[in-house]
């Protein structure tokens, strides 16, 4: 295949603005699935995903497309991620294409996320080209978007394809944009091997399946390839390319292409996404330059609701892993929930992604921890360590001091808003930094936030305070020095190791309240009265009670019809299943998600 008719691209959008959309109608039009094959959303295939509209994992699909000029273009479209938390996996899908489709909303306009991912995609030397959406829609605002897409950005957008993905609207104009405003490739077919893992996924029966952007050279079964970061060698069992939902196997990929290859690798591991494949025999000089490597930010307990299921959790956990390289998890154990896992994520969606997966794909139900952001700990004897798990604080007596990850915040809001937004920050000890007017009714407020004021809710307050006319983007900062303590919490005066939490001093008795009146709803009555308590250091700073209840519960069945007297205990029975029982008093399972909601 010749370079010059292939086109390798992404589209990237703020979430919601017709990403997917606009996908599938590429795909649609250009033949690939007639649009009965068409699923509502081929690019977004699995259910989470399309029931909250956000798209995970990277995908790829070749269409083939016959341009006005006549000839005939290969295109290799990667989907990317839209939310900030899987910021990681956007970038890596673009080190593989040429160029992106930015998609902007021509009711919304521009919004952070729009920003941040124009920012990448600059970063990787991508050649962007804008398209406005939704003008289908009334309150479209195509010109007004026009320009504001050039006065933020800085890019050229007077002849923007003026779109409706959802009705088919512009879709032409788009595919010959891509034909004419994204370079083609320009490796050297005739140099070795160098090729870019740019996503993997585990297939049972043939082992990992590499995704690569061949840059130089060509890749052919037979082969014997090399991974460059990892050290391993494998003989290449076959290679191919992306057909909508299916692999499709080819002869070869040479320099410009993008596809898959196997080669009987049965480690994930050994694949690391941002790697360099070159052959054994004829390697490339210099591997290309590698992806950082990606931290989970937050961390929580994940734990069966049934203790017996545990070993179905761990091979759960295992197999998701093999598809998402991102999720870190460990055993633990926990006084209060017996055995389970502490996991890590990228961010607090990527956590709700995999714990619903988790309870639908697997069935499982699960206790899931306060998520915990990971602190530095240094100690007075001079060693330190990063804390994932609030319960393991040593003695406040042993340690110097303690750090937390600070991020830089960007919120694009309308100026009607600016001050709600401005106390909410506030309010989550931002430190602001600056407000830049974009035009007369928008500003990007500029702060540096603690990240663990922002994993809980912190997204769902900005919607809420500004109506949703808000968007906010992060990256993390760094660590910085800051005064913080573990709030312990006691039920009937044991600690529940399962609810510590690690909070700003000046933030513990706030919480601490907030927590104890929280429970105090959770907790039903038992037959003797229940303390509830909350402590920093020993030290109690709140109290609520729950008051013991008379006893004459199944009083009312005695006499009674036997059957129905079953069927109460029975119940009873299966209600017991989603409680957690802690010393004498047990608590409903969502008590410990919903501490974590607590405005
Ligand atoms: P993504 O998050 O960027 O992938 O956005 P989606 O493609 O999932 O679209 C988000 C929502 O906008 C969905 O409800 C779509 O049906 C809707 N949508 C997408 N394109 C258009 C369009 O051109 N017109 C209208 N009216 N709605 C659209
Ligand atoms: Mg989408």
Known sequence: IDQSKIRNFCIVAHIDHGKSTLADRLIERTGVLTQREMSA???????????????IKSQAVRMVYKAQDGEEYIFNMIDTPGHVDFGYEVSRSLAACDGAVLVVDATQGVEAQTLANVYLALDHNLDVFPVINKIDLPSAQPQEV???????????????????AKNGIGIDEVLEAVVHKIPAPTGDPSAPLKSLIFDSVYDPYRGVIVFVRIKDGVLKKGMKVKFMQTGAESEVVEVGYFGPGQFIPCEELSAGMVGYFTASIKNIQDTRVGDTVTSSDTPCAEALPGYKQVMPMVYCGIYPADSARYPELRDALEKLQLNDASLFYEPETSQALGFGFRCGFLGLLHLEVIQERLEREYDLDLVTTAPSVVYKIYKTDGTSFDLTNPSNLPDPS??????????????????DYIGPI????????????STDYVEQTRAILKYELPLNEIIYDFFDALKSRSRGYASFDYEIKGYETSSLVKLDILINKETVDALSFIVHKDGAYERGRKMCEKLKEEIPRHLFEIPIQAAVGGKVIARETVKAMRKDVLAKCYGGDISRKRK???????????????????????AFLSVLKLD
């Open 422 to 433: 401005m106390q909410l920050c506030q309010e989550r000890r931002g430190r602001y930094l």
């Open 41 to 55: 959303q081929v690019l977004d295939n699995m259910d989470i995903e399309r029931e909250r509209g956000i798209t």
């Open 146 to 164: 026009k320009d504001e897409v050039e006065d933020i950005i800085g890019i050229e957008a007077q002849d923007a394809p003026l779109i409706s």
């Open 398 to 415: 042993e340690i110097d001091h303690m750090e937390e990850p600070i991020v830089n915040g960007e919120i694009m809001v309308t100026t």
């Open 568 to 590: 109460l205990l029975e119940k009873q029975k299966e209600g017991k299943k989603k409680m957690r029982q802690i010393g004498s008093v047990e608590i409903p399972q969502n």
